[in-house]
């Protein structure tokens, strides 16, 4: 597990949130997310963010 921590990087996540990764990797990536509260917290600010802007966009 600590091999898959160590290669997820904010990128992956905000590729995640952008559905910019391929199958497997998506698979890994949520996976180790929410099994990691600091990547937990990362992703929900990250999704925030991107709320934010769609709804400032939508203004």
């Known amino acids: 597990m ?10 992956d996540i905000q590729a995640l949130i952008d559905n910019q990764l391929d199958w497997e990797r998506e698979k890994i990536v949520r996976k180790i997310i ?7 917290k990362r992703y929900n600010e990250l999704m925030m963010q991107k709320k934010s802007i769609q709804n400032w966009y939508k203004e």
């Open 2 to 11: 600590l091999s898959l921590i160590s290669n997820i990087t904010d990128w």
């Open 34 to 40: 929410f099994e990691n509260p600091s990547f937990t």
